[in-house]
C-alpha cells in the first residue's frame, strides 16, 4: 500500500508549513472524519501516512478515507487547542473523541425578579438568574434549600410580585405571616435593601464561602446578647449551627484549600468517564461527570486534555490550581499538581470514585439494552430463581390501599415478557369488605379478576406476585383454590421489610440477591401495582371529601379540581387565591367559573 492515498494528497503534504495550526481530514462526499491540532502541522500530518503501518486498525481504516485536508494555521499551539475543540463541540467528526455532558444534574437557581425566591431546576436559562451548581441529587438540593431559607428567610410563596399590587394591598396574607415562618414580602413588611443582603449571604454560602457569613452572623449574635434580645439571639445560634452543619457535610479537606480544579478518569469497554470537581474553601462547589466515547485508541493526556480545555472555558474559569492522575500541557497558565499523599490526592481519588460508579452504572445499563440480556433471558432467569414450571411470560401483580378502612380499593397491574402492559391494568373498588381488612379485600379481588377471565375465556397468568407476606398470600390462595387454579398457576408473595419471597405452605422465605434482575423486575411490579393503586385510591377519597363543595360549581370537573388540590391542599387556601392566579392555572373560561361559584 502506498505511504499516501492520493498523489493530490501527496502534493498538499508536501507544500504544509511546519508551524501550529489545526488539521481536518475530509472524505470523498465531504464529510468530515477527524479534526486534530500540533505544534508543527506538516510534521504531525506527514506521520499519518508515513507510519501507517505502526498506526492502530482504526486510524488505517480513516487514512485509507481521506480525499482531502483543510488547514487553518495559527500563532501558538494554544490557540490550536481551542480551536480544535470548539471544532470538534460543532461538527463532532466519527473518528474524534465524543463526549457528553450531564446536563440533567439539578441547578440551584436564585430568581431574578422582585424580592428573589429560591428554587432547583435541571435547565439553566439565560434570564438574569443566579445558578449553582450543578449538584449529584435532587435530594442535596432540596435539603440545601430548606437550610438556605429557614437560615435567611427567604420567601417559598407562588406570588410574582409586583409594587403596584404590594402597594395596592392585592395580595393575601397566608397562614405563615401569621405563625412567623414568612416576613410578609406581598405585604411589604420587609425592606428590599434588608432582603438582598440576606440574598448575598446565601449566595456566599452556596459558593462555600461560608467561613465571612457565619462571622457577619456570630456577629450579630453578640449584638443582640448584648442588648438583652435573648429570643433574637437563640434564633442566630440555631441558624449558625445549621451553617456549621452544611459546611461540615460539604467540606471534605482542608479549608486553605481555596481555589481549586480536580479531574480524573475511569475506563470502560468502549468508552470512559471523565469527573470534573471544583473545590472552593475545602469544599466541593460543583460535580460534573462527562462520557467519552474512545474512536482511535486514544491516551488519557490527549482524553483529559480536550475535556480540561473545555472546563476551562466555563466550569473553572476562575480556578488557579489543577489536580491530574498525569502531567500534560493546557493553554492556560495554572498550578498543575499530580498528588502522591494528602488532602490533594484524597480529592483525586474522591474524583476516580465519581468517574468509577458513572462507568459501572452506564455498562450496566447498556448490558441490559443488549440482546444478551434481552426479555427472553430475564424471563428465563425469573423462572430459575423462583424454580417455576412455566416461563412467566404473563405476569400480575396486586396491591390493596385504603385510608383506616375509607374508600378501599385494589389495583392489578400486568407484565408482558417482563414489561408492563398499562392497557391491561385494573383497578378495583371493594364491595364485600367492611373496614381495613388486608386479607379479606385480597381474597374478594383475586376471585373478582380471575373468575371473570375464565368467564371471556382470556388467558390466565403463569405467576400471580401479591404484595404482602403470608396473610395476604393466603387469602389469595383461598380464591384460586375456590376457581380451581391453585395448581394452575403459581403465585408468590413479597413481604416490604426485608424484601422476601413467600411460597404457599412454606414457613421459610426466600431471599433472593438485591442486585438479581429477578428481584427488580418483582419490586417493579409491587410499585407499580402501588402507585397505580395509590392514584385511583386518592381519586376516591378527594371524590368523597373536600371534592364535594368544588363539585357543585358548573363547568368544573374531576381533573380540574384534582389539579387545584393537588398544589393548594384544600379549598380553603383555593378561595384566598385571586382570579389571575385561577386563571393563570386552568385558564380563563374555568377560572372565572370557579372564582364566581367560590365567591
Sequence with gaps: MP??????IERQVKVLENTPGVYQFYEKNGNLLYVGK???????????????????????????????????????????????????KKHQPRYNIQWKDDKTYPWICIKKEMFPRISY????????????????????????IEMVKKSFEIRSCDHKLTKEKINNEKYNTAVDFYIGNCKGCCQGKVNKEEYN??????KNVLNGQTGAVLKTMRKEMLDFASGYQYEKAEELKIKIQNI?????????????????GVMNISHGESCSFVNSLKVVNGAITRSKTVLVKRTLDESDSEILSLIATDNLIGFFSDINELVLPLEFELYKELIIRVPKRGDKKKLLMLSYKNAYSK???????E?????????????EKIKNDLNLAQLPVHMECF???????????AACVVFKNAKPSKKEYRHFNIKSVEGANDFASMEEVLYRRYSRLIKERKNLPQLIVVDGGKGQLSSAIKSLKLLNLDKKIAIIGIAKKLEEIYYPGDQLPLYLDKKSITLKTIQLMRNEAHRFGINHHRSKRIKGTVKTELLKINGIGDKTITTLLKKFKSVKKIKTLSIQEIEALIGKSKGKKLYKGLH
Design 197 to 202: 443582603q440576606r440574598l448575598n449571604l446565601v
Design 38 to 88: 500540533a505544534k508543527k502541522i506538516k510534521n504531525r500530518i506527514q506521520s499519518y501516512f508515513l507510519k501507517i503501518n505502526q498506526e492502530s486498525g482504526k486510524t488505517r481504516l480513516m487514512v485509507s478515507k481521506i480525499d482531502n485536508i483543510k488547514i487553518i494555521y495559527l500563532d501558538s499551539e494554544n490557540d490550536a487547542l481551542l480551536l480544535e475543540n470548539s471544532l470538534i
Design 367 to 379: 448490558q441490559i439494552k443488549t440482546p444478551n440480556y434481552s426479555n427472553l433471558r430475564i424471563l
Design 121 to 144: 431546576t435541571r435547565k439553566k436559562a439565560r434570564d438574569g438568574s443566579a445558578y449553582f451548581g450543578p449538584y449529584p441529587s435532587v435530594n442535596i438540593v432540596k435539603t440545601i
Design 399 to 409: 396491591d390493596n390501599s385504603n385510608n383506616q378502612g375509607d374508600y378501599p380499593v
Design 359 to 365: 462507568c459501572v452504572e452506564y455498562h450496566k445499563s
Design 3 to 8: 505511504p499516501y492515498p492520493s498523489q493530490s
Design 244 to 260: 456549621e452543619k452544611f459546611q461540615a457535610k460539604s467540606s471534605v479537606v482542608d479549608n486553605n484549600i481555596t481555589s481549586l
